[in-house]
């Protein structure tokens, strides 16, 4: 139940970011509509408008051929093929939305090049240098992020002071709010650097267009990394402290991301209406047509030496596919990207279709398990029971689906212990050692049973 649940709700924000992306193509951003920049007076063209109104159509039925599609997760029983299901999913559903783009977008342009709508500076980069002196007046000031720094490195902080008694999951989850943080940064960075735009001959309306824009967005990566970084350590303390249930975690993890979706929808929203209304008030406006660098959505100049660009349609920023460090940060990313999430459906696949057991070999307990084996004496054992429900506890190393439980954990009433347990049955045996629990169970009662006279037997023996 709860895997369906994470599921549904990457399912859900795949699917809205998506609608929301392709809704801000078809709102006009500085003379540009789906990509494609038009003459001002044409932008309500009656034929412009219908290209416009069956994209949005074209968008609202592949939202619900979408939902139909995801459905599926829900019938299959082993997490691994969910998994790989849901990758598959997201992957058709932005090659789906690709190519809806690019027809909606081709239909235009089309129609672009019909009526000779081509403005006159199209090829000409115009500059204004006293907006381009100012550009760094124009942010907020980078020591906003000190608040989200302190808040990420307090996690570090408590594991390097507990350092030996605090498990490698915790360890690895210490450093998430660290790296969400520098991520931000890292796009705070690329607005700053983003090339001042030219919107008309009068400098007063440049510097507030650009100010518009790197002011919001700037604004947005710091409150962007202090809700990330304060959600990651409430979800860190709680984790350590053993005091969460797996709802709060939804909670803690689930609402952040929804704000700040629905920030950068807000953002950009405020951008797009602030320039447009300040360019109009102008005499003289300025637009620049470089659709020829833009091909569905994917910006290539060789001659713009940025590395990173704002979108045209959507929200961010994208590579210049135009420059040699752009195209390695694009095609190392899609590398790295698609060999770790083979490499994750591969090991869940281990583990959903490699049976766990427990064996005895001499004086020896063998757990033989996939990633997380052990074995201990007979003699280490102090103590062996039967219970017939495994109390609430912490992952802290391992995996937990529906049919099973495996790895390390943290178990309310016992503390630090191993599961090696089948979750459809209901009756475990709970091994007592010296410094950890050992919770085992067969695919079956029957399995069960013999696994606990098997461990009485030579318990007996010694």
Request: glycine share 4%; hydrophobic share 45%.
């Amino acid at each position: 139940m709860f895997t369906n649940i994470i599921l549904f709700i990457t399912a859900l924000t795949t699917i809205i970011a998506i609608f929301i992306n392709n809704s801000s193509g078809v709102a006009e951003k500085n003379n540009i509509i789906l990509g494609v920049t038009l003459p001002s007076s044409e932008l309500k063209n009656s034929q412009v408008l219908i290209i416009l109104d069956k994209y949005k159509k074209a968008n609202k039925k592949f939202m619900c051929y979408s939902i139909l599609l995801f459905l599926p997760t829900i019938i299959v029983n082993y997490i691994s093929l969910k998994i790989a299901y849901l990758f598959l999913w997201i992957f058709g559903l932005m090659y789906i939305n690709y190519r809806v783009f690019i027809k909606y977008n081709e239909e235009l342009k089309e129609l672009k090049r019909e009526k000779d709508w081509f403005i006159k500076n199209r090829y000409i980069i115009n500059i204004d240098t006293e907006v381009t002196r100012l550009k760094d007046t124009m942010v907020v000031s980078k020591t906003w992020f000190i608040p989200s720094l302190i808040l990420s490195i307090i996690p570090i902080l408590i594991v390097i002071k507990d350092r030996q008694t605090i498990d490698t999951s915790i360890i690895y989850l210490s450093f998430i709010g660290l790296i969400g943080t520098i991520i931000f940064i890292f796009m705070y960075n690329a607005y700053c650097k983003d090339r001042t735009k030219v919107f008309s001959e009068d400098s007063k309306i440049n510097l507030g267009c650009n100010r518009i824009f790197k002011k919001n967005w700037t604004l947005g990566c710091v409150i962007a990394a202090t809700i990330q970084s304060l959600s990651m350590l409430f979800m860190f303390l709680l984790i350590k402290m053993n005091s969460i249930n797996m709802i709060l975690i939804l909670i803690i993890v689930i609402a952040p991301s929804f704000i700040i979706l629905g920030g950068i929808y807000i953002i950009n929203e405020k951008v797009r209406n602030e320039q447009n209304k300040l360019i109009k008030t102008c005499e003289s406006p300025i637009y620049s047509d470089e659709d020829e660098y833009w091909k569905y959505d994917i910006y290539n100049n060789p001659n713009d030496s940025r590395t990173m660009v704002a979108k045209r349609v959507g929200y961010g920023m994208t590579y210049n596919m135009g420059t040699k460090k752009g195209r390695n940060i694009v095609y190392i990313s899609y590398s790295l990207t698609a060999i770790f999430l083979v490499g994750l459906v591969f090991m869940f696949i281990i583990l959903d279709f490699t049976k766990f057991n427990m064996n005895i070999r001499e004086n020896e307990v063998v757990m033989s398990a996939p990633m997380y084996s052990m074995s201990f004496d007979i003699d280490e054992i102090e103590d062996i029971k039967i219970i017939n429900s495994i109390p609430k506890g912490v992952r802290t190393n391992g995996a937990s689906t529906e049919n099973y439980s495996l790895g390390h954990y943290n178990i309310d009433g016992y503390g630090k212990s191993m599961l090696y347990v089948y979750s459809r049955e209901g009756e475990y045996i709970v091994i007592k050692l010296k410094d950890k629990y050992v919770f085992v169970s067969g695919e079956n009662k029957k399995q069960t049973d013999e696994y606990y006279k098997e461990l009485i037997s030579n318990l007996n023996k010694n």
